[in-house]
């Protein structure tokens, strides 16, 4: 089947303006993650949503930064006012829950002038 | 920190050589995953390990775990050229509520033809 998607791939914005970033996972997969990777470091953590349960936000870094998800579909990031620090690639995995192994998006690479 | 922590940060090798990398951690986990990112995108899922197995292979890969040290070794055998890319070591702390993996900043590893 189909495996992780995100749009765009790519998203050049204006410092000061709204984005959002989109995840579809695979189907049937009930918990998605969201990941932010600055250039040559590793993953930072921003949010889990895992079935029904309320979504861990504890690595969303201001509150700029939101996340929904409709089910266990789709989900969208939203940064807004964007800031040139934000500029990164924003990861999205999908698992089966609980100490299953997650399967990654190719990525959204943002960049923020 | 619980994030893993990897180890050598860059390694270069030649190809046919074995490439070892380590991973150490802080906290109880329910189990450690090595991921694969190619050219700074999507990451691919290698391996799982419970916290109650010592070792576990995958075709190249071997990976081992030691949870009184909590350390995880990743060591590919007779590498390729293709295996060139960041490896990343990912506990799953048992001490969270939620299901979500804290990934270290990763290994770069080169292999020359």
């Known amino acids: 089947g189909a495996g992780v998607s995100q749009s765009p791939s790519n998203k050049v914005t204006e410092k000061g303006k709204d984005v959002e970033l989109r995840c579809d996972p695979i189907?049937?997969?009930?918990?998605l993650y969201w990941y932010r990777q600055r250039l040559g470091q590793g993953l930072e953590f921003l949010i889990y949503?895992?079935?029904?349960?309320?979504?861990?936000k504890s690595g969303l870094p201001s509150d700029r930064f939101s996340a929904e998800r409709t089910g266990e579909s789709v989900s969208t990031l939203t940064i807004q006012r964007t800031q040139q620090e934000d500029s990164a690639v924003y990861l999205c995995?999908?698992?089966?829950?609980?100490?299953?192994?997650?399967?990654f998006g190719p990525g959204t690479r943002l960049t923020v002038t | 920190s619980q994030q893993g922590e990897e180890d050598p940060q860059a390694l270069s090798i030649q190809e046919g050589e074995n490439a070892t990398m380590n991973c150490s951690y802080k906290?109880?986990?329910?189990?450690l995953q090595w991921y694969r990112q190619n050219s700074g995108r999507g990451l691919v899922h290698l391996i799982l390990?419970?916290?109650?197995?010592r070792e576990k292979h995958s075709g190249r890969l071997r990976v081992t775990l030691d949870t009184s040290k909590k350390s995880s070794s990743l060591l590919i055998t007779a590498s390729r050229a293709a295996d060139t890319a960041s490896y990343f070591c990912?506990?799953?702390?048992?001490?969270?509520?939620?299901?979500?993996?804290?990934f270290g900043t990763g290994t770069r590893l080169q292999v020359f033809p």
């Open positions: 995995a999908s698992s089966f829950g609980t100490v299953y192994e997650q399967y």
């Open positions: 390990i419970r916290s109650n197995e």
């Open positions: 189907s049937g997969h009930t918990a």
């Open positions: 990912a506990p799953q702390p048992r001490s969270y509520n939620t299901d979500k993996l804290i």
């Open positions: 949503f895992q079935g029904n349960s309320a979504p861990d």
């Open positions: 906290t109880s986990i329910n189990n």
